[in-house]
């Protein structure tokens, strides 16, 4: 049975093993900087589990900063509430369970939370290869972005409400 929650401290363990499958090491955040995002904002994951296994989750925080910049993945207490913007830092599903449905449905929840919130909008960046994937949700690509995070090449998404 699928189901859908916000984080707790003891998905910790889960959320680190996941991001490991599903990037390179250069681009992973570490458990650690996953203890300290969960500290501040819990709500702002959004997991997926199929059972009592964590399949795909979707995280990042609330901001009045309107571009995604690379220190908002290491800083979590830059994380405000009633930010103007929700930022995603990062869209996992594990390579099995992948072509499913499993991160569209996550996206779409992030932007009806945000919407909820009376946010501005969603921001997030992705590589080239994933401009029409994020495209049909309502992202619009606004270029490269400054990001160097993990030495990728990363696009601007936006969707404005």
């Known amino acids: 049975m699928i189901s859908v ?3 707790t401290i ?19 955040a570490t458990k650690e900087c996953f203890l ?3 500290k501040y904002y819990p709500d702002c994951f959004w997991l997926m ?3 009592d296994r964590l399949i795909s989750f979707v995280d990042g925080f609330a901001t ?3 571009d995604l910049a690379d220190e ?4 979590a207490g830059m994380h405000k509430a009633d930010g103007e913007w929700q930022m995603i830092f990062g869209v996992n599903t594990i390579p ?3 072509h499913r449905g499993c991160a569209g449905l996550l996206i779409k929840m992030v932007i009806e939370d945000a919407k909820d919130n009376k946010r501005k909008g969603v921001v997030l960046t992705c ?8 495209s049909k949700f309502g992202f619009e690509n606004e270029g490269i972005s400054s990001s160097v995070h993990g030495n990728a090449v990363w696009y601007q998404m936006r969707l404005t409400f």
């Not at 908002?72 to 800083?75: G, I, K, P, Q, S």
């Open 36 to 38: 300290e995002r969960l």
């Open 49 to 51: 589990f199929d059972e």
């Open 72 to 75: 908002m993945y290491d800083n």
């Open 127 to 134: 590589k080239e290869k994933l401009i029409p994937y994020y």
């Open 64 to 66: 009045d900063d309107k």
């Open 5 to 7: 929650r916000t984080a």
């Open 96 to 98: 099995s369970c992948r």
């Open 10 to 28: 003891n998905d910790l363990d889960a959320i680190a093993a996941v991001e490991a499958e599903c990037f390179p090491s250069s681009e992973a």
